[in-house]
C-alpha cells in the first residue's frame, strides 16, 4: 500500500514538473520566431500570417483538447500536445518556404492548445490548485519573455536565422522525457485525480453538447470578461510600437517587462485574499481607466501587465470553484483568451486607424466597463449541484 502511495506521489509530482517546464518550453519556443519574421522570404502579409497561425492553431483546439482531456485523460492530451510541439519546432529549423512554415505554425498551435488546455484542467483537479495556476501562469508568460528576447539574442550570438528555434526545441525536449518517465512508473494509466472524470470517461459523447452549451451560458458573463479583459493586453501590445516611438530594440525590452510584471502578479495573485468575482471587478475597472491613460501615456503597459496576472488567476480561481467539469471549464477559458487576444487587437487597429486611437481605446474601455456590470451576476459559491442546468 505504501508503495503506490508512494509511486503516486512520485508520478503526480513528476507531472507536475513536466507542466511547469512544459509551459514555459513551449511558449518560448512560440516566441522564438518573432526577432526572425522580417529575415523570412516572404511578403509582410505572410509574415504577419505566420504569426497568427499559431494563435489560430490554439484557439481552435484549446476546447476539444479540454473536452478530450476529461474523457481519456490530461495525461494524455498533455503528452500529445508536447510530442506535436517538440515536431514543430524540428520542421521549423529545416523549412524556408513560407507557406510551409505558416503550416507548421498552425500545427504548433495546435499543440499548445491541447497542452494548455489539458494542463490547466489537471491543475485545477488539485488541492492546491490556486498556488498551481499562479505558477504556472507566471511560467508560461516567463516563456513568452525568453522566447522574445532570447529568440533574438541566441541568433545574433550563433549568426542562424534559426539558432533560437533549434536551442528552444532542444529544450522543450526535456518535459517530453520527464512525461516518458511517468508513463515508466508502476500503474501508468495516469490520467486525473478526480472521481468526476473518471466517471465521465464511462459516459458517451452526446451528453457532452449540452455540457458545453450550458457551461457557456451558465458563465457568459466570466468568457465575456476574459475575450475583453485578456484582450486589451493584445490591443496595447499591437499599438504599443507606434505610441511609444521608441526603436525596435527597446519596444521588444518593454514588452518583455509588461510579461514580467504579468509574471509577478500571477505568483503574488493565489495571496490576494479576495473573492475572485470581486477581483475581476476591480480588475476590470483598472483596466478600463488604464486602457484610457494608455493613449497619453503608453507606458501604463507596465501596470495592466500587472493588472492581467490578477485578472487570468482569478478567473481560473473562479471557475475551479464553480464548474466541477474542468477539461470543459478550461477548455472553453483558453479558448476565450485566444480569441480575445486575435479579434481584440484586430477589431482595436480596425476603428483605430478609421477614426482615432481615442475613439478605439474608449470603446474598449466601455467593454471593460459592461464587464464590471455584468460580471456581478456570477456567484462563485463553489459547485453544490445547483449550477447545473
Known sequence: MSNKIGDEMTRSNLFLFSLFFGVASLMALSNAIIPILPSLNGALQIQAFIYSAYFFGAMITTLPGG???DRIGQFRVVTAG?????????????????VLILLIR???????????????????YQKEHARFSGIFMALLNLGLLLGLVGGGWITSIFGDLTAGIIFFTIISVVPVISLLFCFGIRNPDFTDTSALAREDSQQGWHPLFSDVSNMIRRQA????SVIVLLGITGFVQALYPDLSGLPAAEVGTALAVMNLATIISSIAAPWFRIEPVLLIRISAVLMAILVLVFVQYPS????????????????IRYLAMAERKQGVAMGLYTTASYAGMTFLPSIGGYIAGFFSVSVAASLIALLAGICVITIGSCKCRGFDGSNEA
Open 82 to 98: 508536447m510530442i506535436l510541439t517538440v515536431l514543430s519546432g524540428v520542421f521549423l529549423a529545416m523549412v524556408s518556404d513560407p
Open 67 to 69: 473536452i478530450i482531456s
Open 300 to 315: 501604463s503597459i507596465f501596470i495592466m501587465g500587472f493588472v492581467a496576472g490578477l485578472v487570468m488567476i482569478s478567473q
Open 221 to 224: 458573463p466570466l468568457w465575456f
Open 106 to 124: 498552425l500545427a504548433e498551435g495546435v499543440g499548445a492548445g491541447l497542452f494548455v488546455s489539458a494542463s490547466l484542467s489537471w491543475i485545477n
